[in-house]
């Protein structure tokens, strides 16, 4: 299990894990088309990302020498792939900059993040919203009578 010194690393990652969950279990993982209200929420869940980041690199960083706290981060939990393949490309985007920022030089400070780690963040974020306008909302639903759905329907 990853860890980290950094509260704002530790507060990124569980906001992205559960953006994970959320698009991971949406509707739309079952079926070749990406919903619009899925959709909708995950641009939410994207502006919610920018705002926290915008968020955290406006504060000042706080001289914290006392603070030794370790916050243990799950950089693996299992996401099970879908039907979806576009939904896959938006979990596999979110998964990435997840275990990233776990990992980056960012997780070893004790507040904020550096300037490599916020390009790294706000370009990743930046191409999952270009993922949705570019390719999701003008290239799909494809129609997939042969290979949809890829299994048995289960719970």
Same mark, same amino acid.
């Given at each position: 299990?990853?860890?980290?010194?950094?509260?704002?690393?530790?507060?990124?990652?569980?906001?992205?894990?559960?953006?994970?969950?959320? &698009?991971?279990?949406?509707?739309?993982?079952?079926?070749? /088309?990406?919903?619009?209200? %899925?959709?909708? @929420? #995950? =641009?939410?869940?994207?502006?919610?990302?920018?705002?926290?980041?915008?968020?955290?690199?406006?504060?000042?960083?706080?001289?914290?020498?006392?603070?030794?706290?370790?916050?243990?981060?799950?950089?693996?939990?299992?996401?099970?792939?879908?039907?979806?393949?576009?939904?896959?490309? &938006?979990?596999?985007?979110?998964?990435?900059?997840?275990? /990233?920022?776990?990992?980056? %030089?960012?997780? @070893? #400070? =004790?507040?904020?993040?550096?300037?490599?780690?916020?390009?790294?963040?706000?370009?990743?974020?930046?191409?999952?919203?270009?993922?949705?306008?570019?390719?999701?909302?003008?290239?799909?639903?494809?129609?997939?009578?042969?290979?949809?759905?890829?299994?048995?329907?289960?719970?």
């Amino acid at each position: 299990m990853a860890t980290t010194l950094n509260y704002n690393v530790k507060g990124l990652h569980d906001r992205v894990g559960r953006f994970i969950t959320e &698009v991971n279990k949406s509707n739309s993982g079952n079926t070749p /088309e990406f919903a619009s209200e %899925d959709v909708e @929420r #995950l =641009k939410t869940y994207l502006a919610a990302s920018h705002a926290y980041i915008s968020w955290v690199t406006s504060e000042p960083k706080l001289d914290l020498p006392k603070t030794d706290r370790v916050y243990n981060l799950d950089t693996d939990p299992d996401t099970p792939s879908v039907d979806n393949e576009s939904v896959n490309d &938006v979990v596999f985007l979110l998964e990435t900059l997840r275990n /990233e920022m776990g990992k980056s %030089d960012s997780a @070893r #400070l =004790k507040n904020g993040f550096n300037g490599f780690d916020t390009n790294r963040w706000t370009a990743t974020i930046k191409k999952c919203e270009s993922f949705v306008s570019e390719y999701v909302e003008k290239a799909t639903p494809l129609d997939l009578p042969q290979s949809s759905p890829s299994g048995e329907v289960t719970n």
